[in-house]
């Protein structure tokens, strides 16, 4: 079925917060302590949000951030969408992740905690995420399978880390991980910045897939591997092809198309769930949407200010029927 079936959103990816307790080198908000984005949502906000989106019957949220558990009111959050019918996925890089955590998210319809493992030794670890302890987030897998929650492993391969690419597999297997995530590390935010530092090489990445392929069918049953789309391009051209039914919530309320492209299509402090998932569908038809996603699928680089942590911007009135508000459809 194609977006302009469903009458609600299959999946919303909600940005809690830009504010983290680390600051990765990959990371695609340029997201670190104390960095917010302003006009983050406050806790009444939020909460109503998830009220809304609950009674949107969206089935499925992703919690993310920035560090979501960083946000005071995280947890209620979480509760109010799981009490309300929504499947939860949450993406946490564990440093933060406590006993209570874990026990009152464990009472939830969770789809998955997912937790990143950019390495298989402390100090290759440590250089993709300064400051943070390969410990910590092995700990915290281990405190997500002891609650029987489902848990999810992304690796971010760069040029120095990518080597450990088959141990982090192996680390994820003992784990009790029921997938992993993987593709190329993507030119987005701070990873556009420090990109010559970070990016593989074609034969790192050749070697990558191959062994990504082997490790796929040998642990068939056991881990999936999820590595497609591998690229940002390839994404890209499958969205342009067939949009995704996924809202990208913004930690001010905003929807953006999506974490590859600038453009803010709604406003959910100001609009329905309905009118901001009408305006996002319509909005992929806007003929500069469609020339920027081109563009991207093409040379692979996110076109906002890798600066200011993603600038994004309305789209331009050149819409056909004006800007799109939401408003215009059912």
């Keep these: 079925m194609k977006i302009s079936e469903y009458a609600t959103p299959l999946m919303a990816a909600w940005q809690l917060t830009h504010d983290c307790d680390l600051a990765c080198l990959h990371c695609c908000t340029l997201s670190a302590p104390g960095r917010k984005m302003p006009g983050e949502l406050s806790r009444e906000e939020a909460l109503e949000l998830a009220d809304r989106l609950a009674q949107a019957q969206i089935p499925y949220v992703m ?20 009490r309300g019918g929504c499947w939860l996925k949450i993406e946490t890089n564990g440093q ?6 874990a ?20 100090p290759t670890y440590g250089k993709m995420r300064p400051g943070a302890s390969l410990d910590k987030a ?21 040029a120095f880390n990518i080597r450990e690419a088959g141990r982090v597999i192996e680390l994820a297997l003992s784990l009790g991980a029921f997938r992993l995530n993987t593709g190329k590390l993507m030119a987005v935010g701070r990873a556009r910045l420090l990109w010559e530092r970070l990016r593989p090489s074609d034969e790192q990445y050749a070697d990558f897939r191959r062994k990504l392929d082997r490790h796929r069918e040998e642990l068939a049953g056991r881990l999936e591997l999820c590595y497609e789309p591998f690229s940002l391009e390839e994404d890209l051209a499958g969205r342009a092809a067939e949009p995704p039914g996924t809202l990208f919530i913004l930690p001010d309320g905003r929807v953006a198309l999506s974490g590859g492209m600038s453009h803010a299509v709604a406003d959910l402090r100001t609009q329905s769930v309905s009118e901001a998932w009408a305006a996002y569908q319509k909005a992929w038809l806007h003929s500069r949407v469609r020339a920027d996603v081109d563009r991207v699928a093409r040379e692979g680089v996110f076109l906002g200010d890798p600066v200011r942590s993603h600038a994004w911007v309305p789209l331009s009135n050149d819409f056909p029927d004006g800007v799109p508000t939401g408003k215009e459809t059912a």
């Design 63 to 82: 919690l993310c951030g920035g560090e979501p558990t960083r946000v005071p009111h995280f947890l209620e959050t979480a509760e109010r969408l799981g």
């Design 96 to 101: 933060t992740l406590t006993q209570e955590m």
């Design 138 to 158: 092995v700990g915290a897998c281990l405190l997500v399978r002891a609650h029987g929650m489902p848990l999810e492993i992304t690796f971010a391969p760069a």
């Design 103 to 122: 026990a009152r998210l464990s009472e939830l319809p969770i789809r998955s905690v997912q937790i990143s493992l950019d390495g298989a030794t402390e």
